[in-house]
Nanobody, 125 residues
Framework: QVQLVESGGGLVQAGGSLTLSCAAS????????MGWFRQAPGKEREFVAG????????RYADAVAGRFTISRDNAKNTLNLQMNSLKPEDTAVYYCAADRSPWSISYSYTSFDYWGQGTQVTVSS
């Protein structure tokens, strides 16, 4: 089992940047593929980005590709999401999640086994 704690959310103007972090504790961090999801009010939770156990393979939702970068540091048990050129439609609660299948990256939140509590990102126009 792994425990996940997100940080780094906040209020930013459109066009600005934020970096989210996820600190993991418990079972070996490198045993998991990791992902970021987000959920806006009244909407379903959606995939943002994912990375395999080594960090060598990453995937992005079309809405964020080219603006967001996911990375992980297995030595420090951390997952990051660098978000640039933020838009008001990026406003949501962002969640870090761990998948016990370390080699593949799933787009579905149902594939992820452990979740953080979420961090709010608000982008003003």
């Amino acid at each position: 089992q792994v425990q996940l704690v997100e940080s780094g959310g906040g209020l930013v103007q459109a066009g600005g940047s934020l970096t989210l972090s996820c600190a993991a504790s418990g079972r070996s961090f490198s045993s998991y593929a990791m992902g970021w999801f987000r959920q806006a009010p009244g909407k379903e939770r959606e995939f943002v980005a994912g990375v395999n156990w080594s960090g060598g393979n990453a995937r992005y939702a079309d809405a964020v590709a080219g603006r967001f970068t996911i990375s992980r540091d297995n030595a420090k048990n951390t997952l990051n999401l660098q978000m640039n050129s933020l838009k008001p439609e990026d406003t949501a609660v962002y969640y870090c999640a761990a998948d016990r299948s370390p080699w593949s990256i799933s787009y579905s939140y149902t594939s992820f086994d452990y979740w953080g509590q979420g961090t709010q990102v608000t982008v003003s126009s």
